[in-house]
């Protein structure tokens, strides 16, 4: 079945691709820096401290904060931190309307913002996951290096992952490609749509690793405005 009797040229084109941006942001990263400190010092000390002592209390060994990330709480509603959320919510949006939806009779609402540093002791990492229910999914870089871990995006398409043949030669980006990574550095902003899985692999612990990750929502006006008004039921109820 080689056809090499029957050539025929095929035209070429491909739909139901992935999109993803990437740029250089460099205008917030040292402020980032400083804002993402407080919260992670924050979060070492009120709950990564426990955590620590419970492991190391029921394995009976001392392992640190060894494999574990540091996770802070949601910051989007910091006003410390409103020019960047600002900036990320505007992108998404932009991002949304460049991939073709029609999200005018919709808003956009953060449901979570946060920064996260893997482990200096090493074995920090993330496994393949999705967030559920979300628009947009974005990377903002404040600590990396060729050294450390880095983010790795899946093909989102179950049934192609289902039928997946062996690839000719899997240091070349094509078709049949079921994940990429990017080699990222400080500065870097990543967004992708929302159902795409992504991964960070082992990080060695060589050098810092630590980045912003948020979550966006496309939420119907309708629904929007309506839960608006409830809330505001509630508030006069309250003062009442």
């Not at 449901?111 to 996260?116: A, N, P, R």
């Amino acid at each position: 079945m080689d056809g090499s009797n029957n050539h025929v040229k095929f035209s070429s084109a491909a739909y139901f691709s992935t999109p993803v941006w990437t740029a250089e942001v460099p205008q917030f990263l040292n402020k980032m820096l400083r804002l993402s400190d407080g919260y992670l010092k924050k979060t070492q000390k009120k709950i990564m401290k426990k955590a620590i002592q419970e492991r190391d209390k029921t394995l009976g060994v001392k392992l640190e904060d060894f494999g574990l990330s540091n996770h802070s709480e949601s910051f989007n509603n910091d006003l410390k931190a409103k020019d960047f959320v600002d900036f990320c919510g505007q992108r998404s949006y932009e991002f949304l309307d460049w991939c073709g939806f029609n999200i005018s009779n919709h808003s956009l609402h953060f449901t979570e913002c946060w920064v996260q540093e893997f482990s200096p002791k090493g074995a920090g990492h993330h496994d393949i996951h999705t967030h559920w229910n979300q628009h947009v999914s974005g990377f903002y870089f404040l600590k990396c290096s060729d050294k450390t871990s880095m983010p790795v995006l899946h093909d989102p398409r179950p049934g192609a992952m289902m039928t997946k043949l062996p690839q000719k030669d899997g240091s070349k980006i094509t078709f049949a490609n079921e994940a990429i990574h990017y080699n990222v550095k400080p500065g870097m902003m990543i967004l992708i749509p929302g159902y795409t899985p992504h991964q960070y692999p082992v990080d060695m612990g060589i050098e810092p690793f630590r980045f912003i990750h948020w979550n966006i929502q496309a939420v119907p006006s309708a629904i929007s405005k309506e839960t608006s008004m409830r809330k505001k039921d509630d508030d006069q109820r309250i003062k009442s």
